[in-house]
């Protein structure tokens, strides 16, 4: 099974609707980030959440974590253009050791916004 | 603002040629990684590199592959002997101290083996 399960694996909405994006660990987690990555094209860091019920926002984008569940969403209101592309999930199972950067990525979700 | 940049954009090989990939990262950072991404495929963890030396490698980072700090500024990542499945996006990326997991990632580098 994934270690990480991203949902939906691709998504279209009108521009100015809101969406949610899932990722589900299997594993404990010491650490869920998020990225953009616009296709053929690097990884832009987007978020980092460490802490049980933790919240934050940027923007019009606000991502969630339920530690317990081992989930987090990343929702976008009145969507954009501009926030069209590929959005990772990424974790890190390990508190200790290392260099911490070695994060376990999900598939990704493609998020496409019609004008 | 600093970036984090990649040299090749592009390589083709001929299989069983060496391929080194070089990354400059950004300049007050001192974790640096190489990831991969074979098409259509997840982001991939390579190997971590501190204090000049490599601090956690996955199962894919074998013999054939190895990483050096030649100097101040660059960061390359060499294949010795590439195969057809090395073909693949890689990605360098760096992070300054106390940021665990926000890394910078450069544009990547395509690597098409023939």
């Known amino acids: 099974s994934q270690e990480l399960e991203q949902s939906p694996q691709s998504l279209i909405v009108q521009e100015g609707k809101n969406l949610t994006i899932n990722c589900t660990s299997s594993k404990t987690l010491y650490g869920l980030y998020w990225y953009k990555q616009k296709y053929g094209e690097g990884l832009i860091f987007l978020m980092m959440?460490?802490?049980?019920?933790e919240e934050k926002s940027h923007e019009k984008i606000t991502a969630k974590l339920d530690e317990k569940k081992q989930q987090s969403s990343l929702h976008i209101t009145a969507s954009q253009p501009s926030h069209a592309g590929i959005y990772l999930c990424g974790a890190r199972h390990r508190n200790y050791g290392g260099s911490q950067g070695n994060l376990i990525f999900g598939k990704g979700t493609k998020l496409s916004v019609k004008p | 603002e600093p970036e984090v940049t990649q040299t090749p954009s592009h390589q083709v090989t001929q299989m069983g040629q060496e391929v080194i990939l070089r990354c400059v990262p950004i300049?007050?950072?001192?974790?640096f990684y190489w990831y991969r991404q074979i098409l259509g495929q997840k982001v991939e963890f390579l190997v971590s590199f501190y204090n000049n030396e490599i601090s956690e490698k996955s199962e894919i980072f074998d013999d054939q592959f190895s990483v050096e700090r030649p100097d101040g500024s660059n960061f390359t990542l060499k294949i010795r002997s590439t195969k057809l499945e090395d073909s693949a996006m890689y990605f360098c990326?760096?992070?300054?101290?106390?940021?665990?997991?926000?890394?910078?990632f450069g544009e990547g580098s395509r690597l098409t083996v023939l």
């Open positions: 959440l460490q802490k049980g019920g």
């Open positions: 300049s007050n950072h001192l974790y």
């Open positions: 990326a760096s992070r300054p101290p106390g940021l665990a997991g926000e890394l910078f």
